[in-house]
T-cell receptor
Framework: GQQVMQIPQYQHVQEGEDFTTYCNSSTTLSNIQWYKQRPGGHPVFLIQLVKSGEVKKQKRLTFQFGEAKKNSSLHITATQTTDVGTYFCAGLEGTASKLTFGTGTRLQVTL | DAGVIQSPRHEVTEMGQEVTLRCKPISGHNSLFWYRQTMMRGLELLIYFNNNVPIDDSGMPEDRFSAKMPNASFSTLKIQPSEPRDSAVYFC??????????FGDGTRLSIL
């Protein structure tokens, strides 16, 4: 079945440093979504990418979808303590309703 | 607007007992998903429904788990009998076709 892996599993940065998490799917995706889960909370939708090579920005967050639609990345510029949490990518195959969530990257930010 | 509502928020019970988790999706959403989250296995999809019909239950661990959606505004996930390895956070999510999923706050289940 489809597998979605993320690296790194965990990253600890100082506030102001940049952060990137990478997402790789074993199969080609029709779209990819990113979610953020704060400690003790539930996953919250951030963004959806659909087109090959697509790049989207939300303030300090930049999301990319690979040309082959099998990988994606999330880059945070100048991290803040409010960025703490686990970031998940989640892929959809074809017209399926079923999202396959990645393994997640836990981000810790300290002053 | 009310989000996805799950109950109970926390459940602690002894192994062998029946556990029922409940979910009320966002009104108008036509797909509902049950997930389980653990440190070891991450976020796993257990089952999902489209228009109240179960579509894919391949993630349900074993026959002890069952899920129903009797109408568009209610779903249950039942574990009978429960075992300590079922301890996890169980999330329900709903969505409208083509839109992202909205998650509930989850049920933190501990089986002693």
């Amino acid at each position: 079945g489809q597998q979605v892996m993320q690296i790194p599993q965990y990253q600890h940065v100082q506030e102001g440093e940049d952060f990137t998490t990478y997402c790789n799917s074993s199969t080609t995706l029709s779209n990819i979504q990113w979610y953020k889960q704060r400690p003790g909370g539930h996953p919250v939708f951030l963004i959806q990418l659909v087109k090959s090579g697509e790049v989207k920005k939300q303030k300090r967050l930049t999301f990319q979808f690979g040309e082959a639609k099998k990988n994606s990345s999330l880059h945070i510029t100048a991290t803040q303590t409010t960025d703490v949490g686990t970031y998940f990518c989640a892929g959809l195959e074809g017209t399926a309703s079923k999202l396959t969530f990645g393994t997640g990257t836990r981000l810790q930010v300290t002053l | 607007d009310a989000g996805v509502i799950q109950s109970p928020r926390h459940e602690v019970t002894e192994m062998g007992q029946e556990v029922t988790l409940r979910c009320k999706p966002i009104s108008g959403h036509n797909s509902l998903f049950w997930y389980r989250q653990t440190m070891m296995r991450g976020l796993e999809l257990l089952i999902y429904f489209n228009n109240n019909v179960p579509i894919d239950d391949s993630g349900m661990p074993e026959d002890r788990f069952s899920a129903k959606m009797p109408n568009a505004s209610f779903s249950t996930l039942k574990i009978q009998p429960s075992e300590p390895r079922d301890s996890a956070v169980y999330f329900c999510a709903s969505r409208l076709r083509g839109q992202p999923q909205h998650f509930g706050d989850g049920t933190r289940l501990s089986i002693l």
